[in-house]
């Protein structure tokens, strides 16, 4: 083979290569670039607390609707096609949802309350049934719930007393409530939980008696109370990537010390710290209620507006026009995702 020839393949090759870093480049941005979301669902007389997706035909939103005066439990699914109501339980005091996680099509745990009591179902794949669940003196609720495998999951919520934390897990027979030494701050209301693993849960919310976030953390064994940044007033939701990447967000101290801004916080493997975010209501209080990962540079958290994380920054997000109060949000990893809102609208990238 002449040198030429040599020269000139090498040069197709290097071009080749070239081209395969340029479009890898490409791609690994716009994974990250944050897309326009728009209103794919509106129901009415409704309001939406939590969403979670099992694949991008396979997504559930769960709230409350009140159609005739009396609160009910609301179930919606999104098959790929349509979001449709699927009907739960009627409960003879009504009801509410105010969280949701999937293991898989026919494994979904719902919380929230009815009447003055904590509220726990799942769906089997073929219908939404009432699962027996600890009850509380003085009432309580759930208001959040992640779950690892079909025998390990953990809901979060509070006592009407506020006594103390509220943790609950399922071991694939029934659900129990949870005690131990670091669940001691009176006054604590946990808001969000999440997990890696079944030794990687974190808990999030706050504290009445110290207006402080509260922060726990389960390590395959025990519960401990981890120190939040003391920035932060409230942690209202977690995202939990890895072992040393976890979010969560809330609201941070305002200006005037009467306000909240809407804050985030990130986990680095040893301690939790503040992360500098836009505040979407300068001249008065806001909140981040939600966040989700599609990758550790693809990040959203709702609440106030939608917030994105790019690997360096956190920016805003446009709303699409008259949707407020977004309390809940999932991603899945093909960069699919799902906001829900208060307002009953269902929302989509």
Do not use: C
């Amino acid at each position: 083979m002449s040198s030429r020839s040599v020269s000139t393949r090498f040069r197709t090759i290097r071009t080749l290569v070239l081209l395969i870093v340029f479009v890898a480049g490409v791609v690994a941005n716009t994974d990250a670039a944050p897309k326009n979301f728009h209103i794919v669902a509106q129901f009415t007389n409704s309001a939406f607390g939590a969403t979670a997706a099992i694949a991008d035909n396979d997504i559930w939103a769960v709230g409350e609707s009140n159609p005739s005066g009396t609160q009910e439990t609301l179930a919606v699914h999104f098959n790929g096609t349509n979001w449709s109501v699927v009907p739960t339980p009627t409960l003879t005091h009504g009801g509410s949802f105010a969280g949701v996680s999937a293991v898989a099509s026919n494994d979904v745990w719902a919380v929230g309350s009815t009447g003055s009591q904590a509220l726990i179902e799942h769906w089997d794949g073929t219908s939404w049934n009432v699962v027996s669940s600890p009850r509380f003196s003085k009432g309580g609720a759930l208001t959040a719930v992640t779950a690892v495998s079909s025998t390990d999951a953990w809901a979060v919520g509070i006592r009407d007393n506020l006594s103390g934390d509220v943790v609950e897990h399922w071991d694939g027979t029934s659900w129990t409530l949870v005690s131990s030494p670091a669940f001691t701050g009176a006054s604590d209301i946990l808001r969000g939980i999440s997990a890696d693993a079944s030794n990687d849960v974190w808990a999030m919310g706050d504290s009445f008696s110290v207006g402080g976030a509260v922060i726990l953390h389960f390590d395959g064994t025990s519960w401990s109370r981890v120190a939040a940044p003391s920035v932060d007033r409230s942690l209202l939701a977690v995202a939990v990537l890895s072992p040393t990447n976890a979010w969560a967000a809330g609201g941070a101290k305002g200006r005037p010390p009467s306000d909240t801004e809407a804050g985030v916080a990130h986990w680095n493997g040893t301690s939790w710290s503040a992360v500098s975010s836009p505040n979407p209501n300068p001249n008065g209080t806001s909140l981040l209620l939600g966040i989700a990962a599609i990758s550790a540079t693809n990040i959203y958290a709702v609440g106030s507006a939608i917030e994105h994380w790019d690997g360096t920054s956190w920016s805003l997000i446009a709303t699409p026009s008259g949707i407020f109060g977004m309390d809940g949000v999932t991603a899945l990893s093909d960069g699919t995702v799902v906001i829900v809102s208060s307002s009953g609208a269902i929302l989509e990238n």
